[in-house]
């Protein structure tokens, strides 16, 4: 079974706050991707990358930044967080050998206050 | 997003009658078609995949078909266990490993 491992699983800050969400795989993924989860609006993609030093645009981007340090590591950056960030933001790999399934993470759950 | 629109909201059945979840796409995100199931404090999982026309997959006791025809990938199965509550999401993949969920269909199935 596919592991994907997220830190830290919850996390309070404040309007304006400097935060970094964590995501670690180790089943020699290409692609890792970022979600976020709210109701009403499913699962939306952040960011993902196709390997170290890569990165690319998802549907929601504004306010994130993604980092692709090592195949394993993939880390969403939310520089000025605001109130709007607080969802549920899971971290998500796959490739071809895995037939394109993407495996999750427990998820972290963010509040912006 | 616009790419793909399942059954809206929150559907509620009784233990033992059938479950058939909607989902529609867009023609360009055929490439392939997922279900995933979110159970209650857990995070999402496979349920079932297709990029075969016409051809059942089931796992689980759900199936689906694929009809590219009518851009359609709906999510059945023949009687609701209450284990089934979750949250299911319809996702084509229009493009090798980028996934397009859809909203969310959450199944209360009732005793």
């Known amino acids: 079974e596919a592991a994907v491992t997220q830190s830290p699983r919850n996390k309070v800050t404040v309007t304006g706050g400097n935060v970094t969400l964590s995501c670690r795989q180790t089943?020699?993924?290409?692609?890792m991707y970022w979600y976020r989860q709210d109701t009403g609006h499913g699962l939306r993609l952040i960011h993902y990358?196709?390997?170290?030093?890569?990165?690319q645009i998802g549907d929601v981007p504004d306010g994130y930044k993604a980092t692709r340090t090592t195949q394993e590591d993939f880390f969403l950056l939310l520089e000025l967080a605001s109130p709007s960030q607080t969802s549920l933001y899971f971290c998500?790999?796959?490739?071809?050998?895995?037939?394109?399934?993407?495996?999750f993470g427990a998820g972290t759950r963010l509040s912006v206050l | 997003g616009d790419s793909v629109t399942q059954t809206e909201g929150l559907v509620t059945l009784t233990e033992g009658l059938p479950v058939m979840l909607n989902c529609t796409y867009q023609?360009?995100?055929?490439?392939?078609l997922f279900w995933y199931v979110q159970h209650l404090n857990e995070a999402p999982k496979l349920l079932l995949k297709s990029s075969t026309d016409n051809k059942r997959t089931e796992h689980q006791g759900f199936h689906a078909t694929l009809h590219k025809s009518s851009s359609s990938f709906h999510l059945q199965k023949s009687s609701a266990q209450l284990s089934d509550s979750a949250l299911y999401y319809c996702?084509?993949?229009?493009?090798?490993?980028?996934?397009?969920f859809g909203s969310g269909t959450k199944l209360t199935v009732e005793p």
């Open positions: 089943n020699s993924h290409n692609y």
């Open positions: 998500a790999s796959s490739d071809r050998d895995s037939k394109n399934t993407l495996y």
């Open positions: 996702a084509p993949m229009p493009n090798y490993n980028v996934l397009y």
């Open positions: 023609t360009a995100y055929s490439t392939f």
């Open positions: 990358s196709y390997g170290a030093g890569n990165l």
